[in-house]
């Protein structure tokens, strides 16, 4: 593991510094949860920072580890790129949830109404780029690389850019859940509602397939078919999940 880590600051310095702060803010957030009596929608405030602040520091360092295979990619541009919009993001979520007020489909004030508009346009911004290095990876050719892990960081890329807009579907409703107003269960840090249509469920799968595929081609699959096959199913996943939250079902329901 050490190792791993170590690689990921030799290819890039600055989203892997940042991706640590990031995570070790998650911690913080994650003990100020267990402590803090401050509550959104019958949760901890500080669920939100904490799962961002770990989702950014995740994203960062898988983006530092691709990067470096592409060639005349202006990565300092891309780092600052990240850098500065996911502080703003995270910033303004960590100062809201120490009010105990929404960062997220909060339009109670003219300032509010702003900021929240410009962390929507942030993260077009990120995920847009994140689908121009999607591109470049089916643009160009990799020799270096096995095709099936190939095939992977691609496919994962697309299903993170789709489902990252996904997010839209939860903005333009100001609202997570379908059946209620932002339900919350009390299922640890994920919250995902028991009772109802929870939109952020297809959010979470599809953007972290930018992790989950490579991961599980590169170590487990070794085969170009079965990576293709797996992006589809999990992709297919992503999507049923989506359906079932807009017909108003609980994922977790099935489950729990």
């Known amino acids: 593991m050490m190792e791993f880590i170590q690689e990921i600051k030799n290819r890039n310095e600055v989203l892997f510094y940042f991706g640590h702060v990031c995570l070790w803010a998650g911690i913080i957030f994650l003990v100020l ?6 509550k959104i929608y ?3 405030a500080w669920y939100k920072p904490f799962k ?3 989702s950014l520091g995740v994203y960062s360092w ?3 580890w691709y990067c470096h295979y592409l060639p005349n990619f202006n990565l300092s541009l891309f780092n600052w790129t990240v850098v500065v919009l996911w502080s703003f993001e995270l910033i303004y979520i960590t100062l809201q949830a120490s009010k105990g007020q929404l960062s997220h489909y909060n339009l109670s004030t003219p300032v ?3 900021l929240y508009g410009l962390m929507a346009i942030a993260a077009t911004v990120v995920t847009l780029y994140t689908a121009y290095i999607g591109f470049l990876f089916f643009k160009d050719d990799f020799p270096m690389l096995p095709t099936y892990y190939l095939w992977a960081i691609r496919l994962g890329i697309v299903l993170f850019v789709i489902f990252s807009f996904e997010g839209f579907a939860m903005g333009s409703r100001l609202n997570h859940s379908v059946g209620a107003l932002n339900d919350n269960s009390n299922l640890w840090i994920i919250a995902w ?3 109802v ?3 952020r469920v297809a959010h979470f799968i599809g953007m972290h397939a930018l992790q989950i595929l490579p991961i599980v081609s590169f170590y487990f699959l070794k085969d170009t078919k079965l990576t293709i096959g797996l992006a589809i199913i999990y992709g297919l996943l ?3 999940t989506l359906i079932q939250a807009l017909q108003g079902k609980s994922f977790l329901k099935s489950f729990i």
């Open 112 to 114: 509010y109404t702003i």
């Open 62 to 64: 898988t983006m530092a």
């Open 193 to 195: 509602s028991k009772t």
């Open 52 to 54: 961002f602040a770990i």
């Open 197 to 199: 249509g929870d939109l």
């Open 33 to 38: 949860s267990t402590i803090s009596p401050l």
């Open 238 to 240: 992503s999507i049923s």
């Open 42 to 44: 019958g949760i901890s």
